[in-house]
Nanobody
Framework: QVQLVESGGGLAQAGGSLRLSCAAS????????IGWFRQAPGQEREFVGA????????YYSDSVKGRFNISRDNAKNTVYLKMNNLTLEDTAVYYC???????????????????WGRGTQVTVSS
């Protein structure tokens, strides 16, 4: 069982930045892929990004590529989502999710993830 807790959400102005954190309660954190997703009202949950097991590559959705950065600190059981140059379209509830690293892992499908946090609201204003 993995428990995930997101934090760092809030209100930001367009063009501003926020950093979200996802803290995981597991002794085997390094064996889990942690992905970020978001869901705006009336929309489906959308993949934001996830780093690969090696940590040398991070996959991002086209909508956030070049603006968002994901990093993970295995010593702290935490994954971070740094969001820069925020736009109104980034307003959503942001979730982190976990799945075991495995051969053939799929990073961008929310159905592949077994554990989810409760989410943190990000609101971008003009």
């Amino acid at each position: 069982q993995v428990q995930l807790v997101e934090s760092g959400g809030g209100l930001a102005q367009a063009g501003g930045s926020l950093r979200l954190s996802c803290a995981a309660s597991t002794r085997t954190f390094s064996t889990y892929s942690i992905g970020w997703f978001r869901q705006a009202p009336g929309q489906e949950r959308e993949f934001v990004g996830a780093p690969t097991w090696e940590g040398t590559t991070t996959y991002y959705s086209d909508s956030v590529k070049g603006r968002f950065n994901i990093s993970r600190d295995n010593a702290k059981n935490t994954v971070y989502l740094k969001m820069n140059n925020l736009t109104l379209e980034d307003t959503a509830v942001y979730y982190c999710a976990a799945q075991r690293f495995s051969a053939g892992i799929v990073y961008d499908d929310p159905h592949e993830y077994n554990y989810w946090g409760r989410g943190t609201q990000v609101t971008v204003s003009s």
